[in-house]
């Protein structure tokens, strides 16, 4: 854990901000955040420590990231529940898979999924005690985004996210096909 944790401080220096969840049966996930400014990325990062702990093989492991604008520090717990239980599979997710929380994924969201995508051009992975450490990043989708993709597969989504520049990373912003009327 120390060496991803310094990873992420070469990377983008000390975070802001620090949370710390425990879940019920006693794993530990953090979630960092630097704002837009230490991130380079002109958005606010949130990223778990803590995953690798419990998704993935004695091999392979994954921690998760996101960037949005403006901050929604309230972004945590699902980033939490996310990095406790990955998709619900124990596996590492694959680029393209998707996670529903029964609740919005920070105040002032209607957005209760994740998209998982590849994420090594942003956070390259690592090898941490003989395991590669890859990062996975998080994209918000509304429920009708999400059904889109069930539809028509994650490359259309993209396609329609990438033809109309839908900020994806826009923390209020509202579901694509919602205001298409």
């Known amino acids: 854990m120390n060496a991803l944790a310094n990873y992420y401080v070469d990377k983008y220096g000390l975070p802001e901000r620090r949370a710390k ?6 794993k530990a996930v953090e979630i960092f955040k630097w704002n837009s400014e230490q991130s380079h990325e002109g958005v606010t990062m949130y990223a778990t ?10 091999d392979r492991a ?9 901050a929604a520090d309230d972004i ?3 980033l939490a529940e996310v990095a406790l239980h990955g998709n619900g599979s124990g596996e590492i997710p694959s680029s393209g898979d998707t996670v529903t929380l029964a609740y919005p994924l920070w105040s002032g969201t209607d957005a209760r999924s994740f998209l998982f995508t590849a994420g090594e051009e942003i956070i ?5 005690r003989n395991k590669t450490v890859e990062f996975l990043q998080l994209v918000p989708l509304f429920d009708s ?8 597969g994650e490359g259309a989504l993209w396609r329609i996210f990438e033809e109309n520049e839908v900020p994806f990373w826009d923390s209020r912003r509202q579901g694509f096909f919602d205001t298409r009327g």
């Open 21 to 26: 969840f425990v879940s019920p049966d006693g």
């Open 49 to 58: 420590l803590g995953a690798c702990k419990t998704l993935g093989s004695d």
């Open 62 to 70: 994954c921690e998760f990231f996101i960037g949005i604008m403006p």
């Open 76 to 78: 945590a717990q699902a």
């Open 124 to 128: 390259p992975p690592i090898k941490a």
């Open 145 to 152: 985004e999400l059904q889109y993709k069930k539809d028509h």
